[in-house]
């Protein structure tokens, strides 16, 4: 059976998290959860990104990082809510990434646009300010 696009986005998120924990392995598992051909956009990334646009690109993008974060701890997805659209294809979540760094709690809020077809990714718009886990983590280290 095909997972639907809510069960996507959960597998993401989740697996994202564990990345951040320090399983490596899901550099290899979450890029499975796109088609070959995809778009992925990041449109607050600083500095701005070009978009990722194959299965193989993402590989490289979930191993070079986040990785694991030896000062975050409990890095996880909350606060989710999935809105249906008139796109049986296309779903809108928005949800926080929370965590803590060195016993200070930072929250990333983020909005992900996502076209899922056949049970796999095949664009997606991630809009999220990764800046406010940067400086959760440098205002930890100084």
């Not at 993008?61 to 986040?66: E, I, K, Y």
């Not at 016993?103 to 990764?130: H, K, T």
Request: with cysteine; proline share 7%.
């Amino acid at each position: 059976m095909t997972a639907t696009p809510e069960e996507v986005f959960h597998r993401l998120v989740n697996g994202v998290s564990r990345l951040v924990a320090g399983d490596a392995t899901q550099a290899d598992a979450l890029p499975m959860l796109y088609a070959e051909q995809t778009r992925v956009e990041h449109p607050m990334a600083f500095p701005t990104v070009k978009p990722l646009l194959s299965r193989d690109e993402l590989r490289r993008h979930f191993a070079a990082g986040p990785g694991a974060l030896p000062l975050i701890s409990d890095h996880h997805p909350t606060d989710i809510e999935i809105h249906q659209t008139v796109d049986p294809e296309v779903i809108v979540a928005e949800f926080s990434y929370r965590g803590t760094v060195d016993g200070r709690a930072y929250v990333v809020p983020c909005v992900f646009v996502m076209r899922i077809r056949d049970g796999q990714i095949v664009e997606s718009r991630d809009y999220l300010n990764s800046q406010d886990r940067a400086r959760a983590i440098q205002e930890a280290a100084s």
